[in-house]
């Protein structure tokens, strides 16, 4: 564990200064006691945490550090680090949330802290675990090789018209993908029963378990073009001199690439009943740490504006109400936000149990 002189104040701050409630919390003494605790590391799956790390030490005068890891070894880290007495991460941007309540939050090696003062403005379906950020995947098209979305159904995904001609993420290599499944099922089952029965004017069949199962079911038997990253998936939709016609489930902060690299990628604003999901990222202090207040301080920092405007500016979207997206987000699905499944957390747990479930419902099904 790191060592460090610990002063009067940082342990009349102990692991946050103040209580629970807004009225007590002092966030000028946070950052005092912060100021005595060591350096801070910080971990997140984005490379924009670099940025965040830099900008909330010279806010506050103190030493930070952010590095971009996988959720995966960020996970492996800190449990091996709390289980050895070892702790170097100090907090855990996560964006694997069904694995960190499965994992991590039950086994103590983590905790989740809500900043008093801003709980009014963060949803409270966000609150506990704490979320930072959601992350929206949405469906894509070619704007050079189409005047607006091809689909505006998502069944239509299922159809011969567009067997191999979908371009996603593996849903047996990447989690979020299985994790969206179980929350279609678990919260807009009805809304993807009701899109079927309004594209082919007749009942899903009621042997199907789910509507949900027997449209992931029907999409992985139209064989989708599956790849090992968003870049890969957003470069078969649009990347230069692409002429074939594919529809691609993507991550927002992909349409940067049409700038910086001359795609061109269109948002499929109009799709029943919804045009993607939101993938969230958890904030976690890591147990042990020996920066407990410079930890919630940073934190309380990327929960306003200022501490994730770099992540906004991907069309990441903040948990914080009051926070919104740039005006010039590329992407543009601040205006569509209604239809991106959001992040229920409520069945993080079941997320995360249901897993292989999902997984092996792909494989059974997925021709190509």
Not at 270 to 284: E, H, K, Y
Not at 299 to 317: C, F, N, R, S
Request: aromatic share 8%; net charge negative.
């Amino acid at each position: 564990m790191k060592t460090f002189l610990i002063s009067a104040l940082a342990l009349t701050a102990g692991l946050g200064v103040g209580s629970g409630r807004a009225a007590d919390f002092d966030l000028n003494a946070l950052i005092e006691a912060a100021k005595a605790e060591p350096p801070l590391t910080v971990y997140d799956s984005t490379g924009k945490i670099t940025e965040m790390a830099d900008a909330f030490a010279a806010k506050y005068g103190l030493q930070a550090t952010g590095t971009k890891t996988k959720a995966t070894a960020q996970l492996e880290t800190i449990i091996r680090e709390v289980q050895s007495g070892n702790v170097q991460t100090d907090v855990s941007f996560i964006s694997d949330v069904p694995a960190a309540m499965g994992q991590l939050l039950p086994g103590d090696f983590a905790e989740s802290w809500l900043p008093p003062d801003l709980a009014a403005d963060i949803s409270p379906e966000a609150q506990n675990p704490l979320l930072i950020v959601s992350s929206p995947n949405v469906l894509t098209y070619n704007t050079k090789l189409f005047d607006k979305c091809p689909i505006t159904n998502i069944w239509q995904l299922t159809e011969p018209e567009w067997k191999g001609k979908v371009s996603m993420q593996d849903p047996l290599g990447k989690p979020s993908y299985t994790d969206w499944f179980n929350q279609m099922r678990s919260h807009a089952d009805d809304r993807i029963a009701a899109a079927y029965e309004a594209k082919y004017g007749k009942k899903l069949d009621a042997a199907a378990a789910s509507a949900t199962e027997a449209f992931v079911a029907a999409l992985a038997a139209n064989g989708p073009l599956l790849t090992d990253s968003d870049s890969a998936a957003a470069e078969a939709v649009a990347a230069p001199g692409q002429t074939q016609p594919f529809v691609g489930l993507v991550s927002a902060a992909k349409f940067r690439d049409n700038d910086g690299a001359g795609f061109t990628l269109g948002l499929c604003d109009g799709v029943d009943p919804i045009i993607g999901f939101s993938n969230a990222t958890v904030g976690l202090i890591v147990k042990g740490t020996d920066s407990p207040n410079a930890a919630k301080l940073f934190v309380h920092y990327a929960m306003t504006a200022e501490g994730i405007a770099p992540q906004a500016e991907d069309g990441k979207l903040s948990s914080n109400k009051t926070v919104g997206l740039p005006a010039d987000e590329p992407s543009g699905v601040g205006a569509h936000l209604d239809k991106v499944l959001p992040y229920d957390p409520s069945t993080g747990v079941e997320d995360w149990d249901t897993r292989q479930d999902w997984q092996d419902l792909w494989r059974l099904n997925y021709k190509r």
